[in-house]
Protein backbone atom coordinates (compact mmCIF):
# COMPACT_ATOMS: atom_id res chain seq x y z
CA UNK A 1 0.00 0.00 0.00
CA UNK A 2 0.60 3.65 0.10
CA UNK A 3 3.91 4.79 2.81
CA UNK A 4 5.69 7.96 3.97
CA UNK A 5 8.98 7.27 4.65
CA UNK A 6 10.58 9.94 7.34
CA UNK A 7 14.01 10.77 8.19
CA UNK A 8 15.49 11.25 10.36
CA UNK A 9 13.37 9.66 13.77
CA UNK A 10 15.36 12.54 16.31
CA UNK A 11 17.20 15.64 15.56
CA UNK A 12 19.44 17.53 17.85
CA UNK A 13 20.93 21.43 16.72
CA UNK A 14 22.17 24.00 18.50
CA UNK A 15 19.89 27.15 18.34
CA UNK A 16 20.34 29.41 15.57
CA UNK A 17 21.53 26.26 13.26
CA UNK A 18 19.25 24.77 10.16
CA UNK A 19 17.32 21.62 10.52
CA UNK A 20 16.24 19.56 7.68
CA UNK A 21 13.66 16.61 7.65
CA UNK A 22 13.08 14.40 4.64
CA UNK A 23 10.27 12.01 3.27
CA UNK A 24 9.82 10.20 0.58
CA UNK A 25 6.02 8.88 -0.65
CA UNK A 26 5.22 6.29 -2.83
CA UNK A 27 1.80 7.05 -4.62
CA UNK A 28 2.82 9.22 -7.86
CA UNK A 29 -0.90 10.35 -7.65
CA UNK A 30 -0.30 12.23 -4.03
CA UNK A 31 -0.45 16.28 -4.80
CA UNK A 32 -0.32 17.36 -1.42
CA UNK A 33 2.03 17.37 1.18
CA UNK A 34 1.34 18.84 4.42
CA UNK A 35 3.97 19.35 7.38
CA UNK A 36 2.70 19.34 11.09
CA UNK A 37 4.23 20.51 14.07
CA UNK A 38 3.20 18.58 17.30
CA UNK A 39 3.49 19.85 20.80
CA UNK A 40 3.88 18.01 24.14
CA UNK A 41 0.29 16.53 25.18
CA UNK A 42 -1.45 18.66 21.89
CA UNK A 43 -2.62 17.53 18.76
CA UNK A 44 -0.61 18.22 15.60
CA UNK A 45 -0.69 21.72 13.73
CA UNK A 46 -0.10 22.32 10.17
CA UNK A 47 3.00 24.72 10.05
CA UNK A 48 3.37 24.40 6.28
CA UNK A 49 2.05 22.53 3.10
CA UNK A 50 3.02 22.50 -0.96
CA UNK A 51 1.02 21.31 -3.94
CA UNK A 52 2.31 18.98 -6.48
CA UNK A 53 2.67 22.03 -9.00
CA UNK A 54 5.11 24.09 -6.94
CA UNK A 55 8.72 23.18 -6.32
CA UNK A 56 9.37 25.55 -3.27
CA UNK A 57 7.42 27.30 -0.77
CA UNK A 58 8.60 29.72 2.09
CA UNK A 59 7.51 31.30 5.26
CA UNK A 60 9.90 33.56 7.02
CA UNK A 61 12.28 30.87 8.52
CA UNK A 62 10.47 27.59 7.63
CA UNK A 63 10.35 26.47 3.51
CA UNK A 64 9.39 23.16 1.99
CA UNK A 65 10.97 21.39 -1.26
CA UNK A 66 9.55 18.99 -3.43
CA UNK A 67 11.04 16.94 -5.87
CA UNK A 68 8.05 15.05 -7.41
CA UNK A 69 10.58 12.71 -10.05
CA UNK A 70 12.57 11.52 -6.95
CA UNK A 71 8.99 11.47 -4.97
CA UNK A 72 10.35 13.01 -2.47
CA UNK A 73 10.09 16.62 0.23
CA UNK A 74 11.78 17.84 2.61
CA UNK A 75 11.23 20.46 5.65
CA UNK A 76 13.98 23.43 6.22
CA UNK A 77 14.01 25.45 9.65
CA UNK A 78 16.01 28.25 9.67
CA UNK A 79 17.61 29.98 12.81
CA UNK A 80 15.92 27.20 14.76
CA UNK A 81 15.29 28.34 18.45
CA UNK A 82 14.21 26.81 21.57
CA UNK A 83 10.32 26.71 20.93
CA UNK A 84 11.09 25.03 17.80
CA UNK A 85 11.59 22.22 19.50
CA UNK A 86 8.52 19.43 18.86
CA UNK A 87 7.63 16.54 16.92
CA UNK A 88 7.59 17.14 12.93
CA UNK A 89 5.06 14.81 10.64
CA UNK A 90 5.20 15.16 7.28
CA UNK A 91 2.24 13.60 5.12
CA UNK A 92 1.21 13.02 1.58
CA UNK A 93 -2.08 12.15 -0.08
CA UNK A 94 -2.91 8.77 -1.73
CA UNK A 95 -5.63 8.10 -3.44
CA UNK A 96 -8.38 4.99 -3.14
CA UNK A 97 -11.21 4.70 -5.83
CA UNK A 98 -10.90 8.44 -6.44
CA UNK A 99 -10.98 9.86 -2.63
CA UNK A 100 -7.85 11.55 -1.07
CA UNK A 101 -6.62 10.23 2.50
CA UNK A 102 -3.66 11.58 4.54
CA UNK A 103 -0.64 8.99 4.91
CA UNK A 104 1.59 10.33 7.85
CA UNK A 105 5.38 9.79 8.13
CA UNK A 106 6.47 8.43 11.83
CA UNK A 107 7.46 11.51 12.58
CA UNK A 108 11.08 13.44 13.69
CA UNK A 109 11.55 14.75 17.03
CA UNK A 110 13.69 17.81 17.27
CA UNK A 111 15.36 19.31 19.94
CA UNK A 112 16.98 22.88 19.62
CA UNK A 113 19.61 23.29 22.75
CA UNK A 114 20.32 26.58 23.74
CA UNK B 1 -13.65 29.15 18.94
CA UNK B 2 -13.76 25.41 20.00
CA UNK B 3 -12.40 23.65 16.96
CA UNK B 4 -11.99 19.83 17.38
CA UNK B 5 -13.33 18.51 20.44
CA UNK B 6 -12.32 15.11 22.00
CA UNK B 7 -13.90 13.31 24.87
CA UNK B 8 -12.74 11.68 27.07
CA UNK B 9 -9.14 12.86 26.92
CA UNK B 10 -8.13 9.86 29.44
CA UNK B 11 -9.59 6.37 29.71
CA UNK B 12 -8.28 3.46 30.94
CA UNK B 13 -10.30 0.06 30.02
CA UNK B 14 -9.63 -3.91 30.75
CA UNK B 15 -9.68 -6.20 28.00
CA UNK B 16 -12.99 -7.00 26.65
CA UNK B 17 -14.67 -3.68 27.85
CA UNK B 18 -16.07 -1.43 24.95
CA UNK B 19 -16.41 2.34 25.17
CA UNK B 20 -17.03 5.09 22.77
CA UNK B 21 -14.25 8.09 22.23
CA UNK B 22 -16.37 11.09 20.65
CA UNK B 23 -15.40 14.25 18.57
CA UNK B 24 -17.36 17.30 17.81
CA UNK B 25 -16.37 19.77 15.50
CA UNK B 26 -17.48 23.45 14.82
CA UNK B 27 -15.67 24.48 11.38
CA UNK B 28 -18.92 23.60 9.17
CA UNK B 29 -16.07 21.02 8.29
CA UNK B 30 -17.25 17.81 5.55
CA UNK B 31 -14.52 15.48 6.20
CA UNK B 32 -13.63 13.80 9.67
CA UNK B 33 -10.96 11.00 10.58
CA UNK B 34 -10.24 9.44 13.65
CA UNK B 35 -6.28 8.60 13.74
CA UNK B 36 -4.06 6.48 16.53
CA UNK B 37 -0.75 7.55 17.53
CA UNK B 38 1.59 4.79 18.65
CA UNK B 39 5.66 5.51 19.60
CA UNK B 40 7.51 4.93 16.43
CA UNK B 41 5.19 4.51 13.55
CA UNK B 42 3.44 8.15 13.68
CA UNK B 43 -0.13 8.93 12.84
CA UNK B 44 -2.28 5.90 11.21
CA UNK B 45 -6.05 6.15 10.07
CA UNK B 46 -8.57 3.97 11.20
CA UNK B 47 -11.66 5.59 9.56
CA UNK B 48 -12.41 8.38 7.93
CA UNK B 49 -15.70 10.18 6.66
CA UNK B 50 -15.26 12.01 3.66
CA UNK B 51 -18.97 13.76 4.36
CA UNK B 52 -22.18 13.34 5.95
CA UNK B 53 -23.30 9.72 5.67
CA UNK B 54 -20.15 8.17 4.54
CA UNK B 55 -17.87 6.47 5.95
CA UNK B 56 -14.51 4.69 4.76
CA UNK B 57 -12.16 1.95 6.44
CA UNK B 58 -7.85 3.42 6.88
CA UNK B 59 -5.01 1.73 7.36
CA UNK B 60 -6.04 -0.20 10.64
CA UNK B 61 -9.81 -0.64 11.14
CA UNK B 62 -9.86 -3.70 12.65
CA UNK B 63 -11.06 -4.10 16.12
CA UNK B 64 -13.06 -0.31 15.81
CA UNK B 65 -16.51 0.91 14.20
CA UNK B 66 -17.40 4.46 13.51
CA UNK B 67 -20.30 6.45 13.69
CA UNK B 68 -21.13 9.70 11.43
CA UNK B 69 -24.27 10.83 13.72
CA UNK B 70 -24.37 14.59 12.06
CA UNK B 71 -21.92 16.86 9.87
CA UNK B 72 -20.46 17.83 13.73
CA UNK B 73 -20.08 14.40 15.23
CA UNK B 74 -17.93 11.19 14.51
CA UNK B 75 -17.23 8.56 17.17
CA UNK B 76 -15.20 5.49 17.34
CA UNK B 77 -16.28 2.90 19.26
CA UNK B 78 -14.14 -0.25 20.46
CA UNK B 79 -16.55 -3.02 20.86
CA UNK B 80 -14.17 -5.47 22.83
CA UNK B 81 -10.87 -3.67 24.10
CA UNK B 82 -7.35 -5.38 23.89
CA UNK B 83 -4.07 -4.24 25.16
CA UNK B 84 -2.63 -3.61 21.43
CA UNK B 85 -5.21 -0.94 21.18
CA UNK B 86 -3.66 1.35 24.04
CA UNK B 87 -2.78 4.33 22.00
CA UNK B 88 -3.39 7.99 21.42
CA UNK B 89 -5.92 8.93 19.34
CA UNK B 90 -6.70 11.92 17.66
CA UNK B 91 -9.83 12.96 15.96
CA UNK B 92 -9.25 15.75 12.79
CA UNK B 93 -11.48 17.52 10.69
CA UNK B 94 -11.16 18.94 7.15
CA UNK B 95 -13.25 21.29 5.56
CA UNK B 96 -12.81 19.41 2.08
CA UNK B 97 -12.39 16.13 1.38
CA UNK B 98 -13.12 13.46 -1.25
CA UNK B 99 -10.98 14.87 -4.31
CA UNK B 100 -9.76 17.58 -2.77
CA UNK B 101 -7.40 18.13 -0.08
CA UNK B 102 -6.08 20.86 2.17
CA UNK B 103 -5.57 21.21 5.84
CA UNK B 104 -6.80 19.38 8.64
CA UNK B 105 -7.88 20.12 11.82
CA UNK B 106 -6.84 18.26 15.01
CA UNK B 107 -8.05 17.71 18.53
CA UNK B 108 -5.84 17.50 21.51
CA UNK B 109 -5.88 13.64 21.52
CA UNK B 110 -7.57 10.82 23.75
CA UNK B 111 -5.13 8.67 25.75
CA UNK B 112 -6.28 4.97 25.92
CA UNK B 113 -4.75 2.47 28.17
CA UNK B 114 -6.23 -1.28 27.92
CA UNK B 115 -5.12 -3.60 30.91
Known amino acids: GENVEQHPSTLSVQEGDSAVIKCTYS??????FPWYKQELGKGPQLIIDIRSNVGEKKDQRIAVTLNKTAKHFSLHITETQPEDSAVYFC?????????????FGTGTRLKVLA | NAGVTQTPKFQVLKTGQSMTLQCAQDMNHNSMYWYRQDPGMGLRLIYYSASEGTTDKGEVPNGYNVSRLNKREFSLRLESAAPSQTSVYFC??????????????FGEGSRLTVL
Open chain 2, 92 to 105: ASSPLGGTATGELF
Open chain 1, 27 to 32: DSASNY
Open chain 1, 91 to 103: AATATTSGTYKYI
